[in-house]
């Protein structure tokens, strides 16, 4: 993977998960002080948007290095830091796939579902990647 890559790859998921951690916060911690709101935050609704406009980024940033990085490390079987990747990899298209269907799903039963295949495989996806960093800054400090 090219620095340039790496850049990218890092600035989506800092985006992406730093939104969805504080859209989760506000919409499952966060209680309203007024019992007849909508919202439990008044800028709830905005991190929504903000996170739904920023995770095409990570999807691009995945796909810019799926082929060099992934495919790749998948297809020479290496074992450095395999379980996170791995982990990372199977983790993505279902995430991905559930943000875009949790926006569209008409039906309360359909969005429970989404709701939590997404927080699901999002909660891996967080684990995996800050394993995946770290193993690389282990990496880096013993040699």
Not at 92 to 108: C, H
Request: one cysteine or more; glycine letters at 6%.
């Amino acid at each position: 993977m090219t620095p340039l890559e790496a850049w990218c790859v890092r600035v989506a998921n800092l985006l992406v998960i730093s939104t969805g951690l504080v859209y989760a916060w506000m919409r499952y911690l966060l209680r309203p002080s007024d019992p007849f709101a909508v919202v439990n935050h008044p800028w709830q609704p905005a991190v929504q948007h903000l996170h739904v406009l920023v995770a095409p980024l990570l999807v691009f940033a995945i796909g810019l290095v799926w082929k060099r990085h992934v495919a790749m490390s998948l297809r020479l079987e290496v074992r450095e830091r395999h379980r996170s990747g791995l982990a990372l990899a199977l983790s993505f298209a279902p995430m991905a796939a559930s943000g875009y269907l949790l926006q569209v799903a008409t039906g309360d039963a359909w969005r429970r579902v989404w709701v939590v295949v997404h927080l699901a495989t999002s909660a891996l996806w967080l684990g995996g990647f800050l394993i995946h960093q770290l193993g690389r800054r282990r990496r880096a400090w013993l040699s």
